[in-house]
């Protein structure tokens, strides 16, 4: 019966060195948005809720875009 | 069903303590033993989300008694140190590199968001009694 519940925990998946594994950010960024907002709202409407997790997850991915291009920018020049 | 300190003929310390440690125990426990079960089944889902796709990613082995990240992980629920025991102590297992990396970020930061939460209910738990003790 454990073994069975377990048997897709037990070994893990492969990940290649591909641009593709940045997109596993992705869903932990949108826990950290839905997670966040769940506890940061007053009130939990749906309309209001969507709304605030999606502008939290659109800014947190911008933000990381942004750290990536900027320190892309720096090795360009530094390493060339 | 909202409960306070009063409804459970508890001490006000003891309701705190309640909402604390039954969101430490079940993600968003904590929430709704307060009287919102919107917030506590988002929590639950949310967080139950990421900590299973992490183990999913990584295997078992990222829940390691040994590392420290496993001071991160235990943040999700007790139920980590059974993780911890099977895959170290029942089945032996390890895993390496990027799989475990993310595994392991993934599950400590489920972790550390529940902390988050179970604060939250404890300061709601504090209001909801302040408020009561006015009226």
């Known amino acids: 019966m454990m073994n069975c519940c377990l048997a897709g925990f037990l070994a893990p998946v492969y990940i290649g060195t591909t641009p593709a594994a940045f997109l596993l950010a992705l869903p932990l960024i949108a826990v950290i948005a839905v997670a966040y907002k769940a506890i940061k709202l007053e009130k939990l409407e749906v309309i209001t809720f969507v709304r605030e997790s999606s502008i939290l997850f659109g800014s947190i991915v911008a933000f990381m875009v942004l750290t990536a291009v900027i320190i892309y920018a720096v090795m360009k020049v530094i390493v060339g | ?135």
């Not at chain 2, 309640?18 to 089944?41: E, N, S, T, Y």
């Open chain 2, 1 to 135: 069903m909202r409960q306070t300190a009063e409804k459970l003929k508890l001490p006000h310390l003891g309701f705190l303590f309640l909402a604390g440690v039954l969101g430490w125990w079940i993600p968003g426990a904590g929430h709704w033993v307060i009287g919102q079960p919107k917030r506590a089944a988002i929590i639950f889902i949310s967080l139950t989300f990421a900590f299973v796709l992490g183990i999913y990613i990584g295997s078992i082995a990222v829940i390691d008694l040994k590392t420290p990240w496993f001071w991160a992980q235990i943040l999700y629920s007790p139920a980590t140190v059974y993780i911890a025991h099977l895959s170290g102590s029942v089945y032996h297992l390890d895993s390496f590199g990027r799989p475990r990396e993310i595994g392991e970020i993934y599950t400590a930061i489920a972790g550390m968001l529940n902390l988050l939460c179970v604060v939250n209910a404890v300061y709601m738990a504090h209001c909801i009694n302040i408020k009561e003790q006015n009226e």
